[in-house]
């Protein structure tokens, strides 16, 4: 599947090519801390599937409990996380969801690292639903 996507401000746009089978949820810690938000959603472009088109993202390492190091892409100037990838290159890209144009189409099909679940995450449909602000 063809996805496009692009930071908040515009400085940073990519297309891809990915597999809607491979879109989860990670409720892992680090993706609260990395996202701000309960939890992270992600989808797979396969080696040498996804194309910058403009900007040049800002990278920073993350060493995980394990010692596995990986990459994280986001805006310089915005701040919108945009991809992980391993720092040895070529190698998939995992893509965020939320900053995709065709975010709704894909649904997660998985949740990984639920042990670290914030727990009210499990379920928001009981959530007071208010149209706008
Ligand atoms: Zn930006
Ligand atoms: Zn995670």
């Given at each position: 599947m063809h996805v496009t996507g692009?930071?908040?401000?515009?400085?940073?746009?990519?297309?891809?090519?990915v597999d809607p089978a491979t879109a989860r949820i990670c409720h892992c810690r680090d993706c609260q801390k990395l996202s701000?938000?309960?939890?992270?959603?992600?989808?797979?472009?396969?080696?040498?599937?996804?194309?910058?088109?403009?900007g040049e993202p800002a990278i920073y390492i993350k060493t995980a409990e394990s010692g596995n190091k990986r990459a994280h892409a986001f805006c310089p100037k915005c701040g919108s996380p945009v991809y992980?990838?391993?720092?040895?290159?070529?190698?998939?890209?995992?893509?965020?969801?939320?900053?995709l144009d065709q975010r709704a189409e894909l649904k997660p099909r998985r949740r990984i690292w639920c042990d670290s679940m914030i727990t009210w995450s499990e379920d928001i449909s009981g959530i007071e639903k208010i149209g706008g602000q």
């Open positions: 692009s930071c908040h401000c515009g400085f940073i746009a990519y297309e891809a090519e701000g938000s309960a939890f992270r959603a992600n989808v797979r472009a396969e080696i040498g599937k996804f194309r910058l088109l403009s992980t990838t391993a720092l040895e290159q070529p190698a998939p890209h995992n893509l965020r969801i939320g900053a």
